[in-house]
């Protein structure tokens, strides 16, 4: 039941960003550039729901509170809902569904690249993320391919690096956060190993005496 409801306020938190660009549109338009603005502003909360769901594993190692694992494929699939609605943007409103133009943008310019890379890459993770897909693939192969979210995250914030001018603040802060996130995953992995390593033989079964 708590779970429910927590579910239903993440789920109604996560679509606060979009109800406020339509709103922002509808009562006080969005400004001289609104390609630009409803642009960046999906590409912030991409970035931002793909750290999120990295975030749902340490978090809940840490704090012990194991039902969070229950709200990480919903923010995981905000993401790719973001996601989708950013790379919309860019071919309905940028390149009004010119493919042969958006093909050139994507191998000409290196942060489009890089960001259509970590789309791409969202599309598996988005189509598995049922229960029916993990008892397909089995767990382990399910975990394997659940990691590209790592590579998506490190691309991501490559893509908004090469695209900003100037300014370097904000990538930074999103990359510290990445990079704290990252190391967290491989310092649980040596220490696991090492506990692994650490670990006393198993006591051999006694060979039957053969007298
Ligand atoms: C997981 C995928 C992606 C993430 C997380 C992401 C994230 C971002 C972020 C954070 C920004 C900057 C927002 C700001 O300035 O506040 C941005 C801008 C932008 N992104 Fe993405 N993006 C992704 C995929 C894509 C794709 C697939 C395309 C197009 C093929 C794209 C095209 C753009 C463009 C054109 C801009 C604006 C550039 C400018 O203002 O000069 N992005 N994106």
Do not use: C
Not at 28 to 41: D, F, M, Q, R, W
Not at 68 to 97: E, N, P, S
Not at 133 to 156: F, V
């Amino acid at each position: 039941m708590k779970l429910r409801l927590t579910k239903l306020v993440i789920f109604l938190a996560a679509l606060i960003p979009l109800a406020r660009l339509g709103w922002r549109a509808l009562h006080y338009g969005l400004g001289a550039n609104p390609i630009e603005v409803i642009t960046h502003s999906t590409g912030d909360w991409t970035l931002i729901l793909i750290l999120t769901t990295l975030s749902i594993t340490p978090l809940r190692r840490i704090t012990r509170q194991y039902w969070l694992i229950g709200v990480r494929r919903m923010i995981g699939l905000f993401a790719f809902f973001y996601g989708t609605l950013h790379f919309l943007t860019y071919i309905w409103l940028d390149k009004f569904f010119d493919v042969h133009e958006m093909m050139k943008d994507i191998a000409k310019r290196r942060f489009i690249t890089v960001g259509f890379s970590a789309f791409v890459l969202l599309i598996p993770l988005a189509l598995t993320s049922t229960a029916w897909s993990i008892r397909r693939l089995g767990g382990k192969n399910w975990q394997r391919l659940h990691r590209l979210i790592y590579l998506t995250g490190i691309l991501a914030v490559v893509h908004y690096t090469w695209l900003v001018k100037a300014d370097l603040r904000k990538p930074i802060e999103y990359g510290v956060v990445l990079g704290i996130l990252l190391l967290y995953r491989v310092g649980v992995w040596f220490s696991e190993k090492a506990s692994e390593k650490s670990k006393p033989p198993a006591i051999p079964t006694p060979a039957r005496n053969p007298l």
